[in-house]
């Protein structure tokens, strides 16, 4: 199968918004390949000069073209030939790598999970060792990096119209989800013709929750097998998000009351067990109770996440 290269440049990347009405920057086959390079951080969160960091100059390039909107810098949309609203897209998550020698964290007034105890601005630029994959932060903590991409998503529903990238939904988008890292999958419900799938929002590091709002915010390159599985009946192959890696089944649940995304990503875990065995909704509904494990995946973006976590091999 073929692999496809799509480089940052104001031509191939959206700032801050999702939409089914945005032309695909490249139309690959079911199966193929794409490495979307993807770029991180608005002027005001770049490293001063002389700070001995190197900025991509993708991102100056960018801060001067693209219109800016809320939310972050993703690389697409792509198109599948043949994708259409019901049928489902299998994003095969298959290389990370790391496309600059720092990060940032930092938070703002009125965002993150304390707003109210956190009023100020406050940001810190943080060395990668690309060799070691670790980062170290300026009191003296390394942290082993573990680099996923933030925000993954198809199209929004067409009549969504244009909405930021900020807020994850049904369509995938910034799922903030740190177990989304290389050698996992990612399979999102198709809204629009083409499924249009885009990717940005670099992390080097997270952990559960993403408390400040920011994990650490970098530059990274990723490499994708986008195949698309299409319906066979009536209703949509999917509804909602979910993912495999190798050792779990993961269901997602995304509502700005945290209790809800809990609800949620407990109801598709019972679905999904009563979908791949012979259990009854009574029987799943226990059994998560037993051995499935739920986690707050992000409590910063409006649309809080939880997510499920079902081990491989204690059922199917």
Known sequence: MATHHIAATPATVRWGQFDAAFPPVLTINSGETVVLECVSGAPETLPPPGSGFQVPPALAAIHAAVPRGAGHIITGPVAVAGAEPGDMLEVKIEKIAFGADWGFCGFRPLAGTLPEDFPERFLTHIPVDRARGTCKLPYGAELDLAPFFGVMGVAPRPAYGTISTIQPREHGGNLDNKELGAGTTLFLPVWAPGALFSAGDGHGVQGDGEVCINA????????????????????????????????????????????????????????????????SRQEAYQFCSLAVDFRVTQTVNGEKGIHGLLKRGLLF
């Open 216 to 279: 650490l915010e970098m530059c990274l390159t990723g490499t994708f097998t986008l195949t698309l599985h299409k319906k066979a009946g009536p209703g949509p192959l999917l509804a909602y998000p979910r993912a495999e890696t190798a050792t779990h089944y993961i269901t997602m649940g995304m509502n700005e009351d945290l209790d809800l995304a809990m609800k949620q990503a407990l109801r598709e875990m019972i679905a999904f067990i009563c979908s791949r065995s012979n259990l």
